[in-house]
């Protein structure tokens, strides 16, 4: 085998230590980066599916449209239920439930004000 009394295999041990030390750190490096990413996209998709159907109620509101009072928005990775009830003669409370496939759900309600003809408040529940 190799001579383990000479110089070299113990320099060529702690060399050969040291690389899968540091390639064992840039692996935890890629995986955390790779969850951090992860998380975004599923944030993103989250922002995007609430947004578009924020808006595509708020136009059915704004154009005069009565829109259903009960519905479902159905995306590619998730589906956005609402429900519509009035709180007086001008506002408007909505409220969303996110559903994604990762089996993700989120909250959220908007109030829409009929003489303004927007939202003027949105909260996301956890």
Known sequence: MLNEKGFFYPISLCIYLLVIQFLLLYFGVYVNKRGIEE????????????????????NQLVSGVSPSLKGTYTYLHGDVSYVITQQSSVDYKIDYKLTLKENT???????????????KKWVEIN
């Open 39 to 58: 998380e975004a996209i599923s944030s993103l998709k989250q922002e995007y599916y609430f947004m578009s159907t924020l808006k595509d109620i708020e």
């Open 105 to 119: 759900s989120v909250g959220g309600t908007s109030y829409f004000n009929k003489t303004q003809n927007k939202m």
